[in-house]
C-alpha cells in the first residue's frame, strides 16, 4: 500500500477531493437510510446496526465487537472506510437538523462553518505556541476582542478565551474568582440559584471550592430576596453566579437586580449566558440582557443559538488583566527571551495545551452573516418557539408551562401523570419519530421539553410534532 496522502501542503487539497465526495455520498444515504430524527429500535438495534454495518453481516449476539472489523489484518482502503463508518454514523445520528429533533442546545450546525471547520482540521494549526499557529492566534485575538465588546462595551480591555463550552467557561470564571482572591488566604463561596447549570456544583469540587450556596428560583429564576439574604449571611470572597437562559426553560435572571445586589455586598458576578448570550445580536431581544455588561465574567456558548459545529464556548472578561492568573510557562512553547522578542505568549489562553483553531469557523460565520444575520436567525428560532407555544395552548389535549422566553417549550399531556410524560419521550425516541428532552420544573411535574434551534423547522413540522405527541399519549 502506497503512502496515504496528507491533508495539507499543496497537494492537500487535491487529495482531500474524492474524500469528501466520498463522505458526502455516505452522509446522503446514511442520513437517508435513517429516514427521520434519529433510528428507531432504541441503543440495542442501532448497537446491532453497526456491528453488521462492520463485520458485513448480522452479528450473532450483540456482545462486544471485538477488534478484527476495526483493525483488520490489511486495510479496507480509504474510501471504504470513510463510506461504511460515514454512512453508519449518519444512520445511527440523532440529526438537530430534523426538524423534530429538539431535545437539547445542540445545535443544527451552519454549512458554512462546518465547511470552515473542514480547512482547520486540514491546516491543523495547535493554539499552544505562535510558531504553530501564526495566523490562527492573530484571528483569535481579533474575534476574541470582538466579542467580548459585545458583552463589556464599555469594559477597558475586553477579551474572551475559547473554551470548549458552557462547562470549561464556568469552571474557568471560578478559578479565576479562586485565584483573584486566594492571595489573601481566603476562600471563595458560590452562590447560585437552582436553576444554574449542574457544571457549577461540578466546578467547585474540581477547584477545591466549598459546595455553592443554592438560592431558591421559584418562578424559574433567582429570588432576590432569598439572594439578598445569603449575601447578608455571609462573609470573605463570594462569587454570585446568574443565568442567561436556564437550561430547562431558557429564562433570564434578573441580571441589573443581582448585579445591584452583588454591588452592595462586595460580591464578584459572574453571568451563564452559554443559551441566551447570542441575544446580543438581536435588535428586538437585546433588551434581555440588560445588566450583562455588569459581569467580571461572562460565559457565551456559540454552538447553541450560534449554529456552530461543536466546539464554540468563550468566557468574556471587561478586562483582558483579569486573565493574569492563566499564565503559564514552558520553555518549548513560550520561552522568556522569545516572549520579549515580540513572538506571542498562547499558553495562558487556556488551561489545554494542545488546541484548536474553533474561532475559524466561528470568524467565518460572523463575517457571512454579520450583526444582521445572526440576529435574523436568533429571532426566527425564538418565534418558532412562541408558535409552538400557540399550538399546545390551542389544543385541549395538551398542558403549556409558560410562555418561552427564548427558543424552549414546556409541554405535557393534559392531566397525565408523570410516568406517562416519560414514557411517551421514550416511546417516540425508540420509534425514531421525534427526540424531546424532558424537564423537572419547580412545581415537582415533569414536562416534555422542546428546544428549537433548526432555523428551517416551519409551523407544520410544529404540528406534526404535537400530533406524534398527542398519538403516542393515547396508545
Known amino acids: 500500500m502506497s503512502t496515504p496522502s496528507l491533508a495539507g501542503g499543496p497537494a492537500g487539497p487535491d487529495a482531500l477531493r474524492p474524500l469528501v465526495d466520498t463522505v458526502l455520498d455516505a452522509l446522503h444515504t446514511g442520513t437517508t437510510a435513517r429516514g427521520g430524527p434519529l433510528p428507531p429500535g432504541g441503543p440495542a438495534a442501532v448497537t446491532a446496526y453497526l456491528h453488521q454495518t462492520l463485520r458485513g453481516q448480522e452479528p450473532a449476539t450483540s456482545e462486544g465487537l471485538g477488534t478484527e472489523p476495526l483493525i483488520p489484518p490489511t486495510g479496507t482502503g480509504p474510501h471504504e472506510a470513510l463510506r461504511t463508518l460515514t454512512h453508519a454514523l449518519a444512520y445511527g445520528a440523532a440529526d438537530p437538523a430534523h426538524p423534530h429533533c429538539a431535545a ?122 432569598a439572594l439578598e439574604a445569603v449575601l447578608t449571611g455571609l462573609r470573605g470572597p463570594v462569587l454570585v453566579a446568574a ?49 450583562l455588561d455588569r459581569a467580571t465574567t461572562v460565559t457565551l456558548d456559540l454552538h447553541k443559538l450560534g449554529w456552530q459545529p461543536l466546539a464554540a464556548g468563550l468566557l468574556a472578561v471587561p478586562d483582558r488583566a483579569l486573565l493574569r492568573p492563566l499564565a503559564h510557562t514552558a520553555e518549548y512553547l513560550n ?47 425564538c418565534t418558532t418557539a412562541q408558535h409552538l407555544a400557540d399550538l399546545v395552548e390551542k389544543s385541549p389535549a395538551l398542558e403549556l408551562y409558560e410562555r418561552p422566553t427564548l427558543s424552549t417549550v414546556l409541554f405535557r399531556p393534559t392531566g397525565a401523570p408523570d410516568t406517562t410524560v416519560a414514557a411517551v419521550r421514550r416511546t417516540l425516541l425508540t420509534e425514531g419519530r421525534a427526540v424531546l428532552g424532558r424537564a423537572r420544573t419547580a412545581d415537582g411535574r415533569l414536562w416534555l421539553k422542546a428546544t428549537l434551534l433548526n432555523p428551517h423547522t416551519t409551523p407544520d413540522d410544529l404540528a406534526q410534532l404535537l400530533d406524534l405527541v398527542e398519538g403516542s399519549t393515547t396508545r
Open 104 to 225: 437539547h442546545l445542540h445545535t443544527p450546525p451552519l454549512a458554512l462553518a462546518v465547511a470552515a471547520d473542514l480547512a482547520a482540521a486540514a491546516l491543523n494549526p495547535s493554539l499552544d505556541s505562535w510558531d504553530q499557529a501564526p495566523a490562527a492566534s492573530a484571528l483569535e485575538e481579533l474575534v476574541t476582542r470582538a466579542l467580548a465588546t459585545e458583552v463589556h462595551p464599555t469594559g477597558p480591555d475586553p477579551d474572551a478565551l475559547v473554551t470548549t463550552g458552557g462547562t470549561e467557561a464556568n469552571q474557568l470564571a471560578l478559578l479565576l474568582a479562586r485565584e483573584r482572591h486566594g492571595a489573601f488566604g481566603a476562600t471563595v463561596q458560590t452562590v447560585c440559584a437552582a436553576n444554574a447549570h449542574h457544571s457549577l456544583h461540578r466546578a467547585t469540587w474540581l477547584l477545591g471550592l466549598p459546595e455553592p450556596v443554592t438560592v431558591p428560583a421559584p418562578g424559574g429564576t433567582l429570588d432576590l430576596t
Open 243 to 291: 443565568t442567561a437562559g436556564t437550561t430547562d426553560t431558557g429564562r433570564i435572571d434578573p441580571l441589573p437586580e443581582i448585579a445591584d445586589l452583588c454591588d452592595a455586598h462586595g460580591a464578584d458576578l459572574h453571568i451563564d449566558a452559554a443559551y441566551g448570550g447570542p441575544l446580543l445580536f438581536s435588535p428586538t431581544r437585546r433588551p434581555l440582557l440588560t445588566g
Open 335 to 381: 520561552a522568556d527571551d522569545d516572549t520579549e522578542a515580540g513572538l506571542p505568549d498562547l499558553l495562558g489562553r487556556s488551561p489545554r495545551t494542545s488546541r484548536r483553531p474553533d474561532i475559524l469557523k466561528i470568524a467565518v460565520t460572523l463575517r457571512a452573516l454579520g450583526r444582521s444575520g445572526l440576529g435574523a436567525l436568533v429571532d426566527q428560532v
